[in-house]
T-cell receptor, first 118, second 117 residues
Framework: AQKVTQAQTEISVVEKEDVTLDCVYE???????LFWYKQPPSGELVFLIR??????QNEISGRYSWNFQKSTSSFNFTITASQVVDSAVYFC???????????????FGTGTRLKVLA | NAGVMQNPRHLVRRRGQEARLRCSPM?????VYWYRQLPEEGLKFMVY????????ESGMPKERFSAEFPKEGPSILRIQQVVRGDSAAYFC???????????????FGSGTRLTVV
């Protein structure tokens, strides 16, 4: 069965600190996709990154970086030099390759609420 | 190129009323997904539709909930006889045909926040 665990319910940091949000997933498929989304207080979902299971290269985008480790089934997200505008709920999600019905279902974690204090 | 449009943004219904949530996919997208986010929880898959077809409704509650995606017009998620437990944010996502995860995943709408009083 697929499962995504975000064990950190809430994290508070002071501005300019680095913070890492953890994501651990379970899947039996060899082909799957991992995502991170940001949900600011306004409520919309903002796509941050997609990673497929065959690409274990870490990625950096500005202050954001992602560490994908298949050996530990983890896809962690680090924000460097955090800012108040980073305050949001962050969701990790997993999708296996198309199932028999052609459905690309996402399995979301329960989210981590990040509070960045000025 | 407008994104996925959901309306209304906020909807308040009394217990027992009907709620109709609308989702217009991005231009060129013929696949629509509905997700529900209960308070303080992650999103959970409800239903996947293509034009005039329900492909997968394994996440839909067995009663009171229905979804459609007609040939013309938006996709509709309908909740009959709402109860307080239906209060949640409902997100719609769309993807183009035959691509799915070959692009940057879905495109999500901004959601409809349903409050049942």
């Amino acid at each position: 069965a697929q499962k995504v665990t975000q064990a950190q319910t809430e994290i508070s940091v002071v501005e300019k600190e680095d913070v890492t949000l953890d994501c651990v997933y379970e899947t039996r498929d060899t082909t799957y996709y991992l995502f991170w989304y940001k949900q600011p207080p306004s409520g919309e979902l903002v796509f941050l990154i997609r990673r497929n299971s065959f690409d274990e290269q870490n990625e950096i985008s500005g202050r954001y970086s992602w560490n994908f480790q298949k050996s530990t089934s983890s896809f962690n997200f680090t924000i460097t030099a955090s800012q108040v505008v980073d305050s949001a709920v962050y969701f990790c999600a997993l999708s296996e390759a198309e199932d028999d019905s052609g459905t690309y279902k996402y399995i979301f974690g329960t989210g981590t609420r990040l509070k960045v204090l000025a | 190129n407008a994104g996925v449009m959901q309306n209304p943004r906020h909807l308040v219904r009394r217990r027992g009323q009907e709620a109709r949530l609308r989702c217009s996919p991005m231009k060129g997208h013929s696949h629509v997904y509905w997700y529900r986010q209960l308070p303080e929880e992650g999103l959970k898959f409800m239903v996947y539709l293509q034009k005039e077809n329900i492909i997968d409704e394994s996440g839909m509650p067995k009663e009171r909930f229905s979804a459609e995606f007609p040939k013309e017009g938006p996709s509709i998620l309908r909740i009959q006889q709402v109860v307080r437990g239906d209060s949640a944010a409902y997100f719609c996502a769309s993807s183009p045909p035959g691509q799915g995860l070959r692009v940057d995943g879905y495109t999500f709408g901004s959601g409809t926040r349903l409050t049942v009083v």
